[in-house]
């Protein structure tokens, strides 16, 4: 599947340095999320784009900087990391008609982070 | 905050022998839906369920929606070794704003072939 892309797929980075991770949906969809999975926890929602609004999750930290400049891409900016957060970073996608409906998630392949 | 629990957490079974996991939430739900993630792969949704006591099924998947929407199940008949991986449900609130699910820890199968 390529409806949505994640780079890179793998990264490892030092507890100093500054890096991006970047997702491309090409779904025609509205609705863009970060998510984290880690062998310990489950899927955990760390940021939603939603009809250009953003709802952010209190509990993330601010080392984690969420950007969606367009409805088709999303970035998440990492900076000052701790080694906890060495986890496998899941986009996904869905087309948020507003209301109380929910419509399936289309995830993208992750990148699986590293922090030494 | 909204909690979403999945038994059991790892189930190993023999190829051929049914499966089942359950899905319990602490909030009643608007609704719910199943994802499957084989090992080394991403979450693929499968089902959505809406209503009240609804059940859906896909050839040997079978999905119920509690009558109270706070508990849903996953039954597979005869497992085959392409079943192998992790389930998730994922339920909405009643009052979420957009599209946030809260997904279970999930349970992953193993078939013994």
């Known amino acids: 599947e390529t409806g949505v892309t994640q780079t890179p797929r793998h990264l490892v980075m030092g507890m100093t340095n500054k890096k991006s991770l970047k997702c491309e949906q090409h779904l025609g969809h509205n609705a863009m999320y970060w998510y984290k999975q880690s062998a310990k926890k489950p899927l955990e929602l760390m940021f939603v784009?939603?009809?250009?609004?953003?709802?952010e999750n209190n509990s993330v930290p601010s080392r984690f900087s969420p950007e969606c400049p367009n409805s088709s891409h999303l970035f998440l900016h990492l900076h000052t990391l701790q080694p906890e957060d060495s986890a496998l970073y899941l986009c996904a996608s869905s087309q948020d008609r507003g209301g109380m409906s929910s419509y399936e998630q289309y995830f993208g392949p992750g990148t699986r982070l590293t922090v030494t | 905050g909204q909690q979403v629990m999945q038994i059991p957490q790892y189930q190993h079974v023999q190829e051929g022998e049914d499966f089942t996991t359950y899905c319990n939430s602490s909030t009643t739900l608007s609704n719910i839906q199943w994802y499957k993630q084989r090992p080394g792969g991403h979450p693929v949704f499968l089902i959505q369920?809406?209503?009240?006591?609804e059940v859906k099924k896909q050839k040997r998947l079978t999905f119920q929606f509690g009558e109270a929407k706070k508990n849903s199940s996953l039954h597979i008949t005869a497992t085959q070794t392409t079943d192998v991986g992790t389930y998730f449900c994922?339920?909405?609130?009643?009052?979420?704003?957009?599209?946030?699910?809260?997904f279970g820890g999930g349970t992953r199968l193993m078939v013994k072939p």
């Open positions: 369920l809406v209503k009240s006591g």
């Open positions: 784009y939603s009809l250009e609004e953003r709802v």
């Open positions: 994922a339920g909405r609130r009643n009052n979420n704003a957009g599209n946030m699910l809260t």
